[in-house]
């Protein structure tokens, strides 16, 4: 059986530190889906399909990454992609605390199991939040983003 991963999030944009653990993730499964989920009441800088243009872009030369976007429930289309998990990136207590709760969740509603895969420390302070905030301000980005 084909262990595939599926990598979720809005990455808006998608950082270094996503990009990390897509990379350190790669060694542990024979696939990874970078997904990009649609949220209408989530409001985005930049449109979902672009972010899959230019993710996959990154991945142009890594036939075991493939970049898709969805809407819905996460676990729904990770079924679709035939995904074995959910993988996940955790800065923080904080991360860890919501992650946890999420992976409870979705385990009921799909008996997906998540992999936590814990940040760099050099990655701890990135969030793609912080990081539209710099460039929404004209700071250079481009040490936050691959």
Request: aromatic share 8%.
């Amino acid at each position: 059986m084909e262990r595939t991963a599926f990598f979720a999030g809005s990455f808006d944009p998608f950082t270094v530190g996503h990009a990390s653990v897509v990379e350190r993730s790669l060694p542990l499964f024979d696939r990874i889906v970078i997904a990009i989920g649609i949220n209408p009441v989530k409001t985005t800088a930049v449109e979902a399909e672009r972010r899959a243009k230019e993710i996959a872009a990154l991945y142009a030369d890594e036939a075991r990454v493939s970049v898709m976007t969805y809407d819905g429930l996460t676990v729904d289309a990770a079924r679709r992609a035939g995904a074995s998990c959910l993988l996940r990136g955790v800065r923080s207590v904080k991360d860890f605390e919501y992650e946890r709760d999420m992976a409870d969740v979705n385990r009921q509603l799909s008996g997906l199991e998540t992999v936590l895969i814990y940040s760099l420390p050099q990655h701890t302070a990135i969030s793609s939040s912080v990081v539209r905030e710099l460039a929404s301000f004209g700071k250079d980005i481009s040490d936050f983003v691959p």
